[in-house]
Nanobody, 117 residues
Framework: QVQLVESGGGLVQPGGSLKLSCAAS????????MGWYRQAPGKQRELVAT???????KYAASMKGRFTISRDNAKNTLYLQMNSLKPEDTAVYYC???????????WGQGTQVTVSS
């Protein structure tokens, strides 16, 4: 089993920045791919970005250029740097992990990000 714990969410004004973290513990040897997903009220959960243990990244088109995913394998921690935040970025952000893109079975509990003036 793998446990994922997100942190770093909060309230930020439009145009501001936040950095989310996700600490992984447990059977972390099984993790190759980690990623961030988000779910806004009344909407389906959607991909934000993923990163492999080798550092290969993938972003949703609407977030590329504003968000940066990274990971520190030594600390077993995933990050999401979010810049130029917009009200439509308001959502619960979830960390996800697994052996491959098709088997990302582990989810964190989520952290709320609210972009509002």
């Amino acid at each position: 089993q793998v446990q994922l714990v997100e942190s770093g969410g909060g309230l930020v004004q439009p145009g501001g920045s936040l950095k989310l973290s996700c600490a992984a513990s447990g059977s972390i040897f099984s993790i190759n791919v980690m990623g961030w997903y988000r779910q806004a009220p009344g909407k389906q959960r959607e991909l934000v970005a993923t990163i492999t243990s080798a550092g290969s990244t993938k972003y949703a088109a609407s977030m590329k250029g504003r968000f940066t995913i990274s990971r520190d394998n030594a600390k077993n921690t995933l990050y999401l740097q979010m810049n130029s935040l917009k009200p439509e970025d308001t959502a619960v952000y979830y960390c996800r992990a697994g052996p491959s893109m098709l088997t990302m079975a582990y989810w964190g509990q989520g952290t709320q990000v609210t972009v509002s003036s």
